[in-house]
């Protein structure tokens, strides 16, 4: 039986997880209430703490430190979360505590199936707590100390969100391959026409470049939900190197070591490293080149020191890869800034950044180079990038 999970910490919201599930029943749905307390529960429970606290360090619940215990019980619902294969849905409710707790668990459940968390936190910064997940935050209005007439409603509400959801998941279609691949905004013309002469074979899947963009496309390459990647924007590894706010992280890239997933990259926007209003620059980058995107976006131009420095970053994780790899470099240009007579135009810069890919990776017969002499959004380049990837998709 596949069950609405219904979570929260019992010793402190017994209460609202007695009424939420009461209120899923009512609409149809099975709930299926999970304690994740610390202390004893003041309500009965269909999953008690001390079973959750069972996948997690050993006397998790018995320290006397909130936070300690709260860090550990979410280590131990992530790993319960992940056991789990009934899971028709998962709710949850909480504050600070509760709300990280409980999403832990949502994370590590697939992409696509329900997964609802009411929060104190639902109206601040929510990225600690969705991660790559899709989970929809509801806030509270009120805290959680009771029943009243305001939360009654919020949380009627979100039992009949949850039960609906999990009635009738949508599930991820299969059939055409779906591909990965990588945009910003001065690299949409390249993408634009990769996807148009791509055509119908496979399902194009496009992810803005912004850290969050790459974290979740190779997620999703490690997943099994992607079955090739054309990284043409490769930014977020100058953000990662050098400071800019939109980092993808240390990870970027490995989840193509990992899968050997069949990959086509590029270079495109790494002229630029991003930062927000022009007054969030750090100081040490006083004197440089830049561009205002707009009032809240300011584009920073990468040096050729810069760029030696992520040429060879993106070739030390591609020798990595024991997969079909094909590398596109575009001679003239890798932005739409970066074009002659544009805001970035600087081809030593350029030739830095190519020289590095080419002496750090080393070429094979499956890890290739290919320079174009094109711009990165010129038509020839789209048309090189697909036949790449058609010719190392052919050889699989």
Not at 12 to 17: A, H, V
Not at 90 to 98: A, L, N, S, Y
Not at 147 to 165: H, K, P
């Amino acid at each position: 039986m596949r069950r609405i999970y219904v979570v929260g910490t019992a010793d402190t919201k017994g209460e609202e997880l007695s009424f939420l599930a009461a209120r899923i029943r009512a609409a149809g749905g099975t709930p299926w209430i999970v304690d994740v307390g610390i202390r004893e529960p003041a309500a009965s429970v269909d999953v008690s703490a001390d079973e959750v606290a069972a996948f997690g360090r050993s006397g998790l619940r018995s320290g006397t430190d909130r936070g300690t215990a709260v860090a550990a019980m979410a280590e131990a619902f992530a790993a319960f979360a992940a056991s789990r294969d009934d899971v028709a849905g998962m709710i949850g409710i909480g504050g600070g505590g509760g709300t990280s707790i409980v999403t832990a668990g949502m994370r590590r459940l697939p992409i696509g199936l329900p997964k609802l968390m009411v929060s104190t936190l639902a109206s601040g910064d929510v990225a600690p707590y969705v991660g790559l997940s899709d989970i929809v935050m509801m806030p509270s209005i009120t805290d959680m100390a009771g029943l009243n007439r305001i939360s009654r409603v919020i949380l009627e509400n979100a039992a009949q969100a949850i039960t609906a959801m999990s009635a009738h998941p949508p599930a991820i279609a299969t059939g055409r391959p779906a591909i990965g691949l990588t945009m910003f905004g001065v690299t949409t013309a390249a993408v634009t026409q990769i996807v148009e002469q791509l055509g119908a074979a496979v399902e194009p899947v496009v992810f803005h470049a912004t850290g969050t963009g790459g974290r979740t496309m190779e997620m999703l390459v490690d997943s099994g939900l992607l079955g090739g990647v054309i990284d043409i924007t490769t930014t977020e590894v100058a953000d990662y190197l050098f400071g800019g706010v939109l980092p993808a992280g240390p990870e970027r890239l490995d989840c193509i070591a990992r899968t050997g997933v069949p990959y086509v990259g590029s270079v495109g926007a790494c002229d630029m490293i991003n930062f927000w209003a022009r007054d969030t620059v750090p100081e040490r980058f006083a004197g440089r080149l830049f561009y205002q995107h707009n009032a809240n976006v300011t584009l920073m131009r990468t040096t050729p020191e810069e760029n030696r420095a992520i040429g060879e970053w993106i070739g030390g994780k591609l020798n990595l890869c024991e997969g079909p790899v094909r590398v596109l470099l575009p001679e003239k240009g890798v932005s739409a800034l970066d074009i002659a007579g544009g805001a970035f135009w600087d081809p030593e810069a350029d030739r830095a950044l190519f020289e590095a890919i080419e002496t750090t990776v080393q070429w094979t017969a499956r890890r290739r180079l290919i320079r174009l002499p094109h711009h990165i959004n010129d038509p020839a380049f789209a048309a090189a990038a697909v036949a790449a990837f058609r010719d190392i998709t052919a050889q699989e």
